[in-house]
Every structure is written in structure tokens, then in C-alpha cells.
């Protein structure tokens, strides 16, 4: 898996792209998380659930029905937001899959473990993508706390972090492009 440091990473650039006004950084928290969330199976890992079963790490929770799950329920959930604040419930509602969708898609870009359930619980066969250069993450805290750790850090940075980057900053020039065009008309 890819560290929970770059699926944030991936999500909070995510929101930020898509709701872009500072009133919703607390849906760029939000996807931040929803982005993270998958992981929770790795719980299973330790209490025996085995890795290659539905209900193990990479699938069930990484698939693209979780997505829609996730993002179904956090749009009703952001419905209560206050009206000034809340954003758009379609656009949340893509944010949110995307951001939780994003999940599996760093993982299958990772070089280990058994690839990821996309299409579970109907179809659960595992993918990896044809290239894979994001350093796997391991599982437990203690052996992310080394040289394991730095190296994937380091292949997030190049992998996740510096395209991240790039999309903030193409975003902001999209919207300066956006706010010029509109002053000249």
C-alpha cells in the first residue's frame, strides 16, 4: 500500500481542486480522510482475516462500490453542513468517490502485495497497473519507522507528492486564467 501520508496528500489535493474556495477546506479534511479510509481493513490483517479474502487488505473496503458507499453517505452527512458552506451535493458527492476511489488507484501503482479488488465483492479478482513505481508501504508502524519508511516517503514524494504539486498549481492558473477572461468581458 501506499503510506496514509500520500493517499491524504492525494485527497486534499483532490478537494482542493474541485471545491476550491477556503470556505470548504473542511471537505478538503474530508477527502483527505475519505482518501485514507480504505486502509481501515488492514485491522483485518491482524486478527487473521486472510489477505486474499474479500474482507482482506486490498478488497472489499478498496473497491469502487466502497467509493460510491463512502461518498453516498459523506454527501448525506455534508447536507447538514450550513447552507453558506456547503458546496454543491453532486459536486461533494464526486469529490468524495474520487477521493476514496484514489485509494485503490495508489495502491495498484505500489510494488507489492496482491494487487487491488476494483470490482468486488462481484468480481474479485486483483489488479496491479502495468507500471508500478511507488516504494510499498509496510503494514505495521513500527517497520514504517526506518529505512523501509524513508524510501517509501521518498517514492511517494517523486510519485504522489510533486504531481500533487503540479495539479495545485495548474489549478491556480486555471482559475486566475478563469477570473481575467471574466474582468475582459
Not at 501506499?2 to 473542511?26: D, I, M, N, V, Y
Not at 490483517?45 to 474482507?55: C, D, E, M, T
Request: with cysteine; glycine share 10%.
Amino acid at each position: 500500500m501506499a503510506s496514509a501520508f500520500a493517499h491524504a496528500a492525494l485527497g486534499a489535493t483532490l478537494g482542493k481542486l474541485l471545491l476550491p474556495h477556503p470556505r470548504h477546506w473542511p471537505y478538503w479534511v474530508a477527502a483527505a480522510l475519505c482518501a485514507a479510509l480504505p486502509d481501515v481493513d488492514s485491522v483485518g490483517y491482524r486478527l487473521g482475516v486472510p489477505y486474499a479474502s474479500l474482507w482482506g487488505h486490498r478488497g472489499l473496503t478498496h473497491s469502487l462500490l466502497a467509493a460510491a458507499v463512502v461518498a453516498a453517505v459523506g454527501t448525506l452527512l455534508g447536507q447538514v453542513a450550513h447552507p453558506a458552506r456547503r458546496p454543491a451535493a453532486a459536486r461533494l458527492a464526486l469529490l468524495l468517490f474520487l477521493a476514496t476511489a484514489s485509494h485503490g488507484l495508489l495502491d495498484a501503482l505500489t510494488t507489492g502485495g496482491l494487487g487491488v479488488a476494483f470490482f468486488s465483492p462481484w468480481h474479485p479478482e486483483r489488479y496491479f497497473f502495468p507500471f508500478r513505481p511507488i516504494k510499498v508501504s509496510p503494514l505495521s508502524i513500527r517497520a514504517f519507522l526506518g529505512a523501509k519508511g524513508l524510501r517509501v516517503l521518498a517514492s511517494e514524494a517523486v510519485w504522489v507528492g510533486l504531481p500533487c504539486l503540479m495539479l495545485l498549481l495548474l489549478g491556480q492558473r486555471w482559475r486566475q486564467h478563469q477570473r481575467l477572461g471574466s474582468a475582459n468581458k
